[in-house]
């Protein structure tokens, strides 16, 4: 009879997970159940999980001394996925699982008090780190196989009960370790009901979109309300380009860690679209809570981040999100520890004119003050503008414009031209570790986006005119290597700089139409 | 005490004396409570408690040791060792368990040295 017995399991810290060996120490003397290593609270709770579930199964709970370790000793376990193991490491301890292939199963779980075995949060991240190291073989929760599936080179056994489990590890049940067909999954796209086709008019809107689309620009919509900026923003992730499997794994991961994932989606296949309400706190929109977790932005991850109602949001959540903005990644630093989470998004904002919604609207008359107009605008301060590269208008239409049937593009042919411009600009950044014109820096811009005389000319008359700051300057130019690409164009010309300078209406000093 | 609790306690003394433990005291009493036996071995002071079931469910005897019951002992102890004077000298608590069939046989008696400990954390004198 062993003693002592170690099962390997994991768990997930910031987005990696962490192999933790659970060690499992039965001897005699009176019955004490502890278990250390820096658990939390669900982890101690295991205890009481783990003693019923044992009982239940038939199987006998040691009356002795058992302690369990939970090695490394210095990193906080969450969350009840121990459960498994410790009931694993006891029964092995005990003599009541005979085996020597323990130590090849990576095993986690959570427990109920009948013995069956629950879904966990965060396989994913699990099944990553185990196909870097040399355990192969996992024991997973049914409800969790196919997400752990996903990663080739892995055998995943979904168990349902500690019973199961425990005849699985005596060699007395066979278990097939699960497999799935990764292509398959991912290119099961679901029937999107969204699509460009569905917008009327808004012409001039819906190119910017396709513009921000091919060079991961950020947009900002100016507009009355009813105007159509949600309905557009809504369709935007249909324009973007199709997500690699890379970029599904790295949303799935996150959404894994956040619960997110939704039953029988073993991958995320589609560009998340997230739309915060504005009364968000800092640390919904960033990410945050005594055990960090992955807020709004990381979850936009690879997609699109809409502010709807722009000024509403309070001010710190709006500046903190400056960082991730410039970086793609968010470090979220609590006094213990600090962890990063992915938060490379397609910033979405939008706003009305003024706080009543209507100024400069053609018909309809404003009724603020200068004033209130001043202090809605002065919210959206300059450095997170300064992010933003593109300014859109959405003017309100006519109705007669909604009764012409006017040819209107699908989102598909749009996404067409998108990936095609993208393929220009990966080509592009090759050597610079840059993959769209958006994260171009002062330099890249200096050596990519070359303007001659005449284009210089009508840039310098143009900040004059419109009274533009000189944080225009670079934006411009940005903007104008995209609109470039698009048309597959190897220089800037004239018509290019043109479009991308009216694409600038947040920065004319006196803004108004 | 029940008629078993103390045939009980006359099989642990026996066995302890055969295992050459100097028994010093049996059923001390104080107002605290009572400790079973008191005994040295090894320079050691053991302070034990005995429990005896007729049961075949032999695991509930060693459940019915819980905290409360640990921390009466370990006070009563404190006090004893006060009493006599044997402040500085080294202890133990130990927990005999002892089961026996239906004649009154002894079945099996498992004697758990250390069973529990004095945690400095815990203000003993505070209750």
């Not at chain 1, 376990?77 to 699982?97: M, R, T, V, Y």
């Not at chain 1, 199963?105 to 780190?129: H, Q």
């Not at chain 2, 008629?3 to 055969?18: D, F, N, P, S, W």
């Amino acid at each position: 009879m062993f003693l002592l017995s170690k099962i390997n399991s994991a768990t997930v810290f910031g987005i990696e997970a962490y192999p933790v060996e659970v060690e499992v120490d039965v001897r005699p003397g009176l019955p004490i159940f502890n278990v250390v290593g820096l658990p939390d609270t669900a982890v101690q709770e295991s205890r009481e999980r783990v003693r019923t579930a044992i009982k239940n199964s038939e199987f006998e709970f040691p009356l002795q001394r058992i302690t369990v370790n939970l090695a490394p000793a210095d990193i906080k376990k969450e969350g009840p996925a121990f459960d498994l193991p410790i009931a694993i490491g006891i029964l092995a301890a005990n003599g009541q699982i005979k085996t020597n292939l323990l130590g090849e199963y990576l095993i986690i779980g959570e427990l109920s008090l009948d013995g069956t075995i629950k879904p966990i949060n965060g396989v994913l991240p699990i099944a990553l780190m185990a196909n870097k190291s040399v355990k192969k073989k996992l024991l997973v929760p049914r409800g969790n196989a196919q997400e752990a599936a996903i990663i080739k080179g892995l055998e995943v056994f979904p168990v349902y009960s500690l019973y199961q489990v425990v005849d699985f590890l005596n060699g007395k049940l066979l278990i097939d370790s699960l497999r799935v067909d990764i292509e398959e999954i991912f290119n099961k796209k679901l029937n999107n009901q969204l699509d460009f086709a569905e917008i009327k008019g808004q012409e001039h809107a819906k190119r910017a979109l396709e513009v921000a689309a091919a060079g991961g620009h950020n947009v900002i919509m100016i507009g009355p309300p009813g105007s159509g900026k949600t309905m557009l923003a809504r369709r935007l992730p249909t324009i973007l380009p199709s997500l690699t499997l890379e970029e599904s794994i790295e949303i799935t991961k996150l959404y894994s860690i956040a619960n997110l994932l939704p039953v029988d989606t073993p991958l995320i296949t589609e560009r998340p679209f997230r739309a915060p309400h504005h009364t968000i706190s800092n640390s919904g929109l960033i990410g945050g809570g005594k055990i960090p977790k992955p807020g709004e932005i990381s979850l936009s991850h690879h997609g699109v981040l809409f502010l709807d109602e722009l000024p509403e949001f309070s001010r710190s959540a709006l500046e903190s999100l400056r960082q991730p903005l410039e970086d793609g990644i968010v470090t979220i630093s609590r006094s213990l520890n600090s962890v990063i989470y992915t938060s490379s998004f397609m910033l979405v904002a939008s706003l009305n004119p003024c706080p009543c919604g209507f100024y400069g609207d053609p018909i309809k008359n404003c009724t603020c003050s200068l004033s209130q107009i001043i202090k809605y605008r002065s919210k959206i301060s300059g450095p997170l503008l300064d992010r933003i590269d593109i300014h859109i208008e959405v003017p309100r239409i006519n109705y007669r414009e909604l009764e012409e049937s006017a040819k209107v593009e699908s989102s598909l042919l749009i996404r067409e031209r998108v990936e095609k411009a993208r393929k220009i600009q990966l080509k592009r950044f090759i050597d610079e570790n840059i993959y769209n014109n958006a994260q171009m820096s002062r330099r890249q811009i200096e050596k990519f986006c070359y303007i001659d005389q005449e284009c210089k000319n009508l840039l310098y008359k143009a900040m004059d005119k419109l009274n533009l700051s000189t944080r225009a300057y670079d934006r411009i130019l940005k903007v104008s290597r995209t609109i470039a690409d698009l048309e597959e164009a190897e220089k800037i010309n004239l018509s290019h700089l043109s479009e991308a300078i009216q694409y600038r209406s947040l920065d004319r000093k006196l803004w108004l139409y | 005490m029940s008629k078993v609790g103390k045939y009980g306690e006359e099989i642990a003394t026996q066995y302890l004396l055969r295992e050459g433990y100097n028994i010093k005291e049996r059923n001390y009493r104080s107002s605290l409570g009572e400790i079973d036996i008191i005994c040295e071995h090894q320079g050691i002071i053991i302070f034990i408690e005995v429990k005896t079931r007729c049961s075949e469910k032999f695991g509930y005897a060693s459940e019915s040791v819980d905290k409360n019951k640990q921390k009466r002992i370990i006070i009563n102890s404190l006090n004893y060792l006060i009493r006599k004077n044997l402040k500085t000298s080294k202890l133990r608590f130990d927990v005999i368990l002892i089961s026996l069939s239906n004649n009154n046989t002894i079945n099996q008696i498992n004697h758990i040295k250390n069973a529990f400990d004095l945690e400095l954390k815990k203000d003993y004198f505070n209750c």
